[in-house]
């Protein structure tokens, strides 16, 4: 299955990070937990879609937009 950004899935949906590109911010979302082969699920996207809401392991994430189009995934 081909990686996509964390960004193009709907609320509810899970899967695996598979790599954090990189950016200004991609060390600090690592050191968030956000790493290759951690699972995650969608917890609520705002309506203009600015901040989402992960669930990583046992805690919550808001990402921004722009942080999390560096994220991808496979989903489940």
Known sequence: MESTSI????K???GIITEIKHS??????IE???TPGTSFEI?????????I?????????SL?????????VNPN
Not at 7 to 10: G, I, P, Q, W
Not at 43 to 51: A, M, N, Q, V
């Open 53 to 61: 809401a992960i669930r990583l392991n046992d805690f919550a994430i």
């Open 32 to 34: 968030m937990g956000l």
């Open 43 to 51: 917890r609520s996207i705002s309506p203009f879609g600015d901040p």
């Open 7 to 10: 960004t193009k899935l709907r």
């Open 64 to 72: 921004r937009l722009s942080d999390a189009m560096n994220i991808m």
């Open 12 to 14: 509810g949906a899970s």
């Open 24 to 29: 200004a911010v991609s060390q600090r979302l």
